[in-house]
């Protein structure tokens, strides 16, 4: 009879457990646009922020850039269900041909869906 019980119990934690939505982050935007700027004034930042909406902790794994001229730094604790977090995206174009430009920043998570693509994008003039 023990037995029965200790197995119906952990059935149902299982069951409880595996009931739970996982972690996702909801971006507030997925696109920044920094529009034109001035070489001389070539380092630019921004930050994405977003919301765990899943029901257990997100985790960040990495992020990473499509080119060198972009540097990503992200949250490195889990998130909470409900809590934000954010990645702040740093472009430096000295040294690059001026004109327009277009970065892709890939995250990859512990949550659904596991990669989100971030993009900046922006014009610098002489």
Partial sequence: MKRIL?????LAVCLLVSAQKPAEAKFEKVTHSFGKFSSKNAKQE?????TNVGEKPLVINQAVASCGCTVPKYTKTP?????????KVAYNGAGRVPGYFKK???I???GKPEMTRLYI???MTD
């Fill in 79 to 87: 998130i909470a269900p409900g809590q934000k977090g954010e990645i």
């Fill in 104 to 106: 892709t920043i890939t």
């Fill in 46 to 50: 921004c930050v994405f922020t977003f």
């Fill in 121 to 123: 994008e922006g014009e």
């Fill in 6 to 10: 200790f197995t119906m119990s952990l």
């Fill in 108 to 110: 990859q998570t512990n």
